[in-house]
């Protein structure tokens, strides 16, 4: 710590701070227009000019100058304030007086400094720039004759989100922020430009001329999207979301968000959200009263007692979850499972076998503390985006040492330094058990490992998995995987991530076993800033773990037993098995065997069409309850509108259910959520206050065991292409179909092949390709790409127009052909 | 070099042969600060740097394209467009002004139809104005690529134009 005179008061403040840190750490509010506290000081407005008496009273700025002992400032004589003055003053030459039409008045920056200062008149005159706005893209529009050069939008778009779309270019007064050849913006629309721009040249496009900004209600929710957990603040009007807004305090992610979080929010409000119940009657949906529609469904539920069976996304609340459970034991229903139950077996059953707890020992929060990162498969980046930003910083601020296996390239592979090790799809769990042999044989193996449980088993059992041996069907050679072995065991925190999810049907129990055993072999548990993270996909997936919704034949077999008629009566709670399970046909002939479904649904997806009963539900912006995120942070979340029509929470069904088969319906979620945490391990003590606005871990508790992972081997079927399918990143889930930037992007499935494969093929950007496999085929167009190895083609599988399940077997890799 | 650049090359700028370009990357691919050598190096091969050579370079270096396009139009020393074969500067500095450098000027306007900064359809020939070429005791100065004509007339125009309209373009 450092003394410091700060406009007559003494203060300290830490050695690294700069003046503008110091005083903001002691309540002194210097005026800045370029610099945001994630970013790098860069010091180009020269808003924060103030003098420091060392420096013979010259004016210097606050943000880039650090502190040093004794430093006597003052930031607000009247020569500063004449300064500051002019400054405003040149920079409101160029920039348009068009605060009326501009949709950022009322949280611009310049504004406000302008009417601070009182900046009324210009002795200045000059004309304004005449450049043409940027309408190319739906989401955001860029407005150069508004910018002041602050930088900030590319500064975010390099050093966080590290796709560079926006620079500096030309020189002196030509000087302005555009992409490359001065072409239209094409990029990841994260909107982090949008975010910190200080005035109106980047601005929400979905947002133009909803609101003003003071009109809008500001209510803090936390994402519905996947299993970050990122804390939003949704702008309302008129019982309306009509944007989210930026808190750069909010959250780990200190406010950053990905398009989902950002541009997705319109589902909430989309005029497709069903509003009435809807009951089949002589083969047709058709409105109808709540007390008919669930009238019916108890009814049903009472007479199928045991052969009846529930799938629920792992986007309802824990309350919701809980008392689901409630209602289907109260039914006899034995069977049920939710979509992070099947695909999220490494979590469940792999963690609950290596670690005795399913959850993943470290937390997001570990990224930017690690010293080496081993990222499983790049998708990473497009499941999680703002973990991707948190590996990002890692790597750019903190030097941390990225190492990335997996079957394509892609974004993270283009950090500095970064080590992609491109394997052949499916053979990641034979490659860690080779990560853990080398271990073993070069004695590095970390003195705590030898006492656990299966060691000596293990040891055994790696013996097949010599590097040479391995590297033989993988794709990498023996000394790769010999060096990042010795890396990764050579780091001293060292953490290893990798997504799960429906479409990951490759990342198993024994995905989770192989790297739980690396990680316990080199001693990188317990460490902060080491450890095991997977990435879940929905955003309550991991509390749909904690609660336990997971009980008889899981979801595989409960679409068998609807075929087979062992299944009479199915209950999706959120779940959309027809676009999102494999096997498109299986799912299909289930849905239509099974006597009775209900759905209950914010929409009319592809499997609600086929429902008796559709049962409307609201969003998690007009519901109570909580949410767990993949790093286990428990997440409060309040109603931010009324809801919409006559929808209702599942949390109101499923305890209008439970009343009408004679239970006692829960109270409210505050009192599920009290029981929860009087009950769920790692929840104890847990209440509503405790969670706070940003949350609070549950902890886990670890009982590591070596447990030898049982990796079916991958078969090759020559002459034919690997698919691997996965997320898009503008994507989650199904539900990202409902939002209106997310499809903006990405309207449609594709299939991503290698310049050689498409070459090899004449194949063209867009031209319209069959996918062919043993289940089935399917029309999709052809994106080219450097990222794909030769061989393997990629396909996300959020679609429900064309899903990509038509040809997709559920299989870690599917061995399809393409044709013009 | 990969095979949808080589693609995108062919279809928009026929002419453009990426293997120059992938040499003077090969030279620096491991030199710390390559950027600003790689893109000199094209310049001089190809005489201003075509779309898809800044595109292959961003590629190969991982450098963002826009961060590309951003050092490209900074310095002045880098161009976008085909540049001609002799590229004629003449002096508008001080001098040179008062020994009526502007009817110089406007003569090779005039004759090669062309404006400041801009290059003949033929690709012959660009003309440029410049502050100064630091030999002020020649004025009026022109210079053609690396060669020198001081105490310009009209007619002088007339001459080089002459001149380098019969010299090969390659």
Known sequence: MVNLTIDDKQVTAPKTATIYEAAKLNGIAIPILCHDKKLKPFGACRMCLVEVEQMKGRQIPACTTPVTEGMIIRTSTPDIVKARKMVLELLLLNHPIDCPVCDKAGDCDLQNLTYEYKVDANRFTDEKFHHEIDYNNPLIERDMNRCVLCGKCARICDEIVSFGALTFISRGIETKIGCEFDEALNCEFCGSCVSVCPVGSLLARPFKFKARFWSLTKNKSVCGYCGTGCNLTLGVKDNKVLTTLYDENQGFHNGQLCVRGRFGYQFINSDKRLTKPLVRKNGKLEEAGWDEALELVAARLKDAGASTAALATARLTNEELVVFKQLLQTAGCGNYDHSAGYAHAALTEGFAGSFGASASPSTILDIQKSDLLLVIKTDAYETHPVVGFEINMAVKNKGTLLKILTDKSGKLSKLPDARTLVHTPGSEIAIINSLAKVILDNKLVDASAAALPGYAALEKELAAFTPEAVSAQCGLTAVEIKLLASAYATAEKALILFPVGQAYPGHTAALANAVANLALLAGKLGKEGGGVLCLSEKNNSQGAVDMGFQAGIGAGRIIDGCADGSITTLFLAGENPLVSYPDHARVQAALDKVEFLVVSEMFLTETAAMADVVLPVCSFAEKEGTFTATDRRVQHIKPAIRKVGQSRSDFEIFGALIAKLGGVAPGTPASVFAEISATVPGYTGMSYASLGVEGQFAPVELKPAFVMPNAPAVTVEPGKLALVTGSALYHNGTLSQYGEGPMHVCPEGYVEISRADAAASRFAENDLLTVSSAGGSMKLKAHISARMPQGVVFAPYHFGANPVNQVWSGAPVTWITLAK | ?170
């Open chain 2, 1 to 170: 070099m990969s095979e949808a650049v080589a693609q995108k090359a062919a279809e928009q700028e026929p002419e453009i042969d990426l293997s120059l370009a992938n040499k003077i990357i090969d030279k620096y691919i491991d030199m710390p600060g390559n950027l600003m050598p790689v893109l000199q190096g094209a310049q001089d091969e190809y005489g201003y740097i075509p779309r898809v050579v800044a595109d292959l370079i961003a590629e190969r270096l991982n450098v963002y394209p826009s961060q590309i396009y951003g050092v490209l139009t900074f310095y002045a020393q880098f161009h976008l467009k085909p540049r001609g074969r002799f590229i004629i500067r003449v002096c508008v500095g001080t001098a040179c002004h008062v020994q009526g450098a502007p009817r110089i000027v406007e003569t090779f306007f005039d004759k090669l139809h062309i404006g400041h900064a801009e290059t003949t359809e033929d690709l012959r020939y660009t003309f440029e104005q410049v502050a100064c070429l630091g030999a002020c005791g020649m004025a009026p100065l022109a210079m053609v690529n690396d060669a020198t004509y001081g105490a310009m007339t009209v007619q002088k125009v007339d001459e080089i134009i002459k001149d380098y309209n019969q010299r090969p373009m390659k």
